[in-house]
Every structure is written in C-alpha cells, then in structure tokens.
C-alpha cells in the first residue's frame, strides 16, 4: 500500500509540535551547554572563545572518572532491580486481572508523581534513619539498626522511587499488548508456564521492556536527589 502525498502532509503535521518541542527546549539547550563548555573564565565572567581547557582540566581529574563509575554502577543496579521486581506486577496486572482493575492499578501508580519527588526523598530519611520505622521493626527482632542512610542502599531506594512505577507501568503496557493467541499456541505446544514467559512473552514485549529499562536508567544516571539526601 503506497503512501499518499495526503497522507504525508497529515503524519508531518501532527508530528510538527512534538519535533518543534524537542528541538527549542532539548536540542538547543544541549547544544547552547555544549558551546559554553569551551568558552573560558576571565575576571569572574564566561567569555566567548573555542579551547578545549575545561574539557582537558576535567577529564584530568581522578575524581571525575571515579564518581562517573560510581554512578553508573549505581544506575545499573538500580535499572535491574527495577525491571526483575516490576515484571511480576506487570505481568499480573497484565494476564491475571481484568481491564477495570489494570486501568485502577495504573491510575495508582500515577498517583506518586502528583507530590513532589523532594518529599518523598524526604519521607525515606523518615523510613531509612537510624531512629526510623524500619529499624525499629528490625531492633523489635534483634537484627537492628542498620545504616541505610548515606550509603549505596539509600541512593537505590530513591532510584527505585522515582523510576519504579513508571517501569511498572510501560512494562504493563508492553505485556497487556501481546496477542494472546501466542500464549494459548505456547501452552497447546506443551510450553509450561514459565517457558511461556522466556520464550514467547518476553519476545513479543522485548521493546516495551527495553524502553522501560531504559527511562529507570536515564531518570537514575541524571538524578542528584536521592544521592544527595539519601
């Protein structure tokens, strides 16, 4: 089926808005950074000029590369953390409820992006403190109290915040929009059911859980919240 020139003009039109958003609020912006990154500081004020000392300055410096690590590492962790514990609840809420209860459970999951995420950083000091409510539960069996503030443990839970629902929610997206005649085909082949999830579900939905991975690493790479505060 060829394309008509009709057809064309309707596909650019509505994509315009979105394109022209992109380009003045992301790409320039970016490239505006990019351009001040070789300008230089004279007299406490940025001057236009094209050398590469800030870039050599900072690439020199071992705390750099060693903080850069150290994030990535974190983003990671958190990014497969984040994808193992979210598919069970999206593949519930995608095979094993019906269409009224997924559509309540992603209203819920939209809800903690309604308050701030400050806050609900905040909030975890409360959970996480030396005093807080999860140490007292482990000091009522003997086990606490545990560092969980200011250390690697902290800084996931905030990713995990942020990220988490979100992942969630693309993940169950992805899962409710699989055929499910490939489901039903699977189990007359005589694919049990966890053959079913590694060979038929998680193909079909592979992008949708990529894409999901890849915004809990992205929001976890470029926060500074939660390794901040937590």
Not at 1 to 11: G, L, V
Not at 14 to 19: A, I, K, M, V, Y
Not at 89 to 98: D, I, Q, R, S
Request: proline share 5%; net charge positive; glycine share 6%.
């Amino acid at each position: 089926m060829t394309s008509t020139p009709n057809r064309d003009f309707y596909a650019i039109f509505w994509r315009l808005p979105l394109l022209v958003w992109q380009l003045l609020f992301f790409v320039v912006p970016l490239g505006f950074m990019f351009v001040m990154s070789f300008w230089l500081v004279k007299n406490y004020r940025m001057m236009p000029a094209f050398a590469f000392d800030n870039w050599a300055r900072i690439l020199s410096w071992d705390i750099f590369w060693k903080s850069y690590g150290y994030t990535l590492g974190l983003a990671v962790a958190a990014t497969v953390l984040a994808t193992a514990l979210a598919f069970p609840a999206a593949y519930g809420l995608a095979f094993k409820v019906n269409d009224a209860a997924r559509r309540w459970a992603i209203f819920f999951l939209i809800i903690p992006f309604f308050t701030s995420y400050l806050v609900r950083v905040y909030a975890w000091q409360v959970v996480l403190g030396g005093n807080g409510v999860i140490n007292a539960i482990l000091g009522w069996v003997g086990l606490g109290p545990l560092a969980m503030l200011n250390t690697p443990v902290g800084t996931i839970v905030g990713y995990l915040t942020l990220a988490f629902p979100l992942v969630v929610i693309l993940q169950t997206i992805s899962l409710a929009s699989i055929d499910k005649t490939l489901i039903e085909a699977a189990h007359n082949l005589g694919c049990g059911r966890l053959r079913t999830v590694y060979a038929v579900i998680i193909p079909a939905a592979k992008v949708g859980l990529i894409v999901a991975a890849l915004f809990c690493f992205i929001l976890s790479f470029g926060d500074f919240v939660s390794p901040y505060y937590l």
